[in-house]
DNA sequence: TGCGCAGATGATAGCGCTCCCACCTGCCGG
DNA sequence: CCGGCAGGTGGGAGCGCTATCATCTGCGCA
C-alpha cells in the first residue's frame, strides 16, 4: 500500500482518476456510472469518456464493501452431471447474465443438511443477494432457516418443508402425460421406476404416474426406486423384465430409462415390441440411442429464466407475496412405446 | 450508515466486535483467523471461542479490498451441456474447494474472442486470482493478452498460440489406443469423425489417429468433422454407412459416437458386425446404451485437480517455469468393436 | 546485571467505493 | 425583489478488513 495519493504507475486507475480527468467529482462519477437520474447529460457523457480512456474498471469488492449489494445470485446444485441439473444452471446463467447479475456456483456432494448448509454458507460469504436451491432440502436446519430469513432464496426443486419460494417444472403433469400415453396405447397399467424419495421432482412423477391410474381403475403396480443413475436404472430393469405381465414402464429419467431398457434388452425382451418405456427430461442422446427414446422434454432454459425472474422480483420486494410458479412439459413420441399387442 | 461505533443490533459481528469479546485487538483476530504463525495458542483459543459465540462470519468484501486477494479462481466454459465440460467443471470446483478456493464460473455462449473476452472480463472484475480456461482460444486479442498477462491463467484445451499454461488430457494417446485398438480387431484402415476444429482436444486426436495409421502404412481416409453433437454424429454416420469399405470408425466423442451408430443402424449397418465404432469419454450412458460403447476413458476429475494444482502453483509464483502436465486416458472396450470378417 | 533480539500484540492508515448531507446554482411565486 | 425550492454537484465519513510499523514482553548471553 501507498502513502501518497497521487496516482501511481502499476495501479490501476479508481473513480478518482476518472473524476480527476472528468473534471468532476467522485460522487459525480459513482452517479453517472450508477445511472442515476440527477446527472446532466452532457456530465455523464464526460465521465464515460474519461472512463473508456483510462480503462477504468468498477471495483466490484469496495462497491460491495460500501453499498452491501453485490449484484450476484448464487446457485446451490449437486456435485454430479446429471443432464437435468446441467442444463437447469446454463439456463439460469444465462437468465442472470441477461439481469446484470453474476452467477456463484456452490455445489454439494451429498444432500447431507450440513453439507447444504455449508454450500449456502459460502454463497452468504460472496454476499450473494439471492439464492437458487437445485437440490431438496430434506431438513430445514436452524442455520438454514436463519439463512433463508436473510437471504432471498427460491428453490426449484420445491422442497415442502421449507421457507422458500418455489418454482417447478409441472412434474405432476410430466407423469401424467407419460403414463396417459401408455394407457392410451392400450396398455393395462403401467409400471414405474422412480427418483429417489428425497426430490421432490420424483415424487411428484410419482404421485402423477398413480393419480392417472387410480382414475382409470387401474392397478397400481408396485413402485420401483433408482438414484436417477443409468446403473439403477438397469438395476430396476432387471427386476422388470423377470416379471412376465409388464408392458409398459415409466421411468422418472432419461438416463435411468436407457439402463432400464438395456437390462430388458439383455433378458430378452424387445423395447418397444414386448414392453414400452417412456423416461423425462429429453436429453441430447434420447433420440439418437436405440431405440430412440419416448420422453416428456422438460422446458429447462425456461425453467432456469422463471426462477431468476421470480428471484429478481423477490430481491426488489422481500415482502410481495408469490404464489408457485410452473411451467408446463411436453411428451415427446419417439420409437421406444408401442401399442399393446393383443392379448 | 451510522455514526455510532458501538455494536448495533441487525448488524453481523464484525472483527471488532469479536475483538472486544476476546480481550484483544481487532489486529490480533486477523492473525490468529488468518493462521499466522505468531499467535499464542492461548491467545487463538480465545479467539475462536469468541467468533463461535457471536457467530462471526469473515466479510471477503472487505478481505478483497484491503489484501486483493479473493481466494477465488475463475472458470471460462461454454454454455452447452457436453458431458467432457461438465464433468471437468466438477473436477475443478472439488480440487478448488479443497484447497480452500470459492469458483466463480463465466460462461459464454459462442467461441468469439470478444465472447470470451468478456467472460474473462467478468472473472477479472471479480479480483479471481486465477483462471482456468476451458475453451478453446482461437485468437487471442490484445485485451486477452493483458489479461493473461496480469492475472495467472491455464487452458485446459491447450489451445496453441496462448500465452498461457497448459494442462491437457493427453488427446494424441487417446486416438492411438482407439486406432489400434481397431487395427488390432484386424480392420484394414479406421474412418475418423472428428470434432470441431478450433478445439485442440479435437486437432490431436485426429493426429494420434492419422500417425498410427501412418505408421502402419495403412491407407489414410478422408476426414469427416462434427461439432460435438449427437446429431452432427447422425449427419456422419448417414455419409460412412454409404461407403461399403467402411468397417471401423473412430468417433471424438461419445455423443457423437452414439449419432454415428444410429445412423448407421438406420442404413441396415450393424454395430459390431458390420461396422465397429469406438468413441471418446465414457460417458455414463456409454455402458447403457445399445450396443454398449467400446470408449476411450478420460479422467476428468484428475485432469480438474491437476488444472487446479497448476494454478496453485502459478499464482504462489508467477515466475515459475512449468511444463505442460497431461493426465492418461484409458481404453474401455465394450461391445461395440468387434474383429474384422474375413474377406 | 544489563543489553539486545525475537516473538507476541496493538495502533494506525488506508483499500475504492457509496451513503448522507451540505452546497450552489437558477428559477418560481409572493 | 427576495425567500425558497428543486435539480445538479461536491465533501466528507465510513463499510470491515489487512499491512505496516510501533510497542511490549520475556529470555539468552556477555
Avoid at 444465462?94 to 447479475?101: K, M, P, V, W
Avoid at 407475496?321 to 411428451?331: C, I, R, T, Y
Amino acid at each position: 500500500m501507498d502513502k501518497h495519493t497521487t496516482r501511481e504507475a502499476g495501479r490501476p486507475p479508481g473513480m478518482t482518476d476518472v473524476a480527476r480527468v472528468a473534471g468532476v467529482s467522485a460522487q459525480t462519477v459513482s452517479r453517472a456510472l450508477a445511472g442515476h437520474p440527477n446527472v446532466q447529460e452532457k456530465t455523464r457523457a464526460k465521465v464515460l469518456a474519461a472512463v473508456e480512456q483510462l480503462g477504468y474498471r468498477k471495483n466490484n469488492a469496495a462497491r460491495v464493501l460500501s453499498s452491501g449489494r453485490s449484484r450476484t445470485i448464487g446457485v446451490v446444485t449437486l456435485q454430479t452431471s446429471f443432464y437435468s441439473r446441467t442444463a437447469l444452471t446454463h439456463g439460469i446463467e444465462r437468465a442472470a447474465q441477461e439481469a446484470g447479475y453474476a452467477v456463484s456456483a456452490a455445489t454439494t456432494a451429498s444432500l447431507d443438511t450440513s453439507a447444504i448448509e455449508s454450500a449456502m454458507l459460502r454463497l452468504a460469504d460472496q454476499h450473494v443477494e439471492g439464492m437458487i436451491l437445485a437440490v431438496p432440502l430434506i431438513h430445514v436446519s436452524r442455520q438454514i432457516e436463519q439463512l433463508t430469513g436473510a437471504v432471498p432464496t427460491i428453490t426449484v426443486d420445491g422442497s415442502r418443508t421449507s421457507a422458500t419460494e418455489v418454482v417447478a417444472v409441472d412434474q405432476s403433469l410430466a407423469a401424467r402425460l407419460a403414463t396417459r400415453h401408455l394407457l392410451d396405447l392400450g396398455h393395462e397399467t403401467v409400471w414405474h421406476v422412480a427418483g429417489p424419495r428425497a426430490w421432490l421432482d420424483a415424487s411428484s412423477r410419482s404421485q402423477g404416474w398413480r393419480a392417472v391410474l387410480e382414475g382409470e381403475g387401474r392397478v397400481v403396480p408396485p413402485e420401483l426406486e433408482g438414484d436417477w443413475s443409468p446403473e439403477s436404472g438397469y438395476r430396476n430393469g432387471l427386476i422388470l423384465g423377470r416379471i412376465p405381465d409388464v408392458t409398459a414402464v415409466f421411468v422418472a429419467s432419461d438416463e435411468m430409462a436407457f439402463g432400464v431398457i438395456r437390462a430388458l434388452h439383455e433378458l430378452g425382451r424387445r423395447v418397444p415390441d414386448d414392453i414400452s418405456v417412456v423416461g423425462v427430461d429429453d436429453i441430447a442422446l434420447a433420440e439418437y440411442c436405440s431405440p430412440s427414446l419416448t420422453t416428456v422434454a422438460q422446458p429447462f432454459a425456461e425453467m432456469g429464466a422463471l426462477a431468476v425472474a421470480h428471484l429478481m422480483r423477490y430481491i426488489a420486494d422481500p415482502d410481495a407475496a408469490m404464489e408457485p410458479a410452473s411451467v408446463e412439459p411436453s411428451l415427446v413420441v419417439r420409437a421406444s412405446t408401442a401399442p399393446a399387442r393383443r392379448v
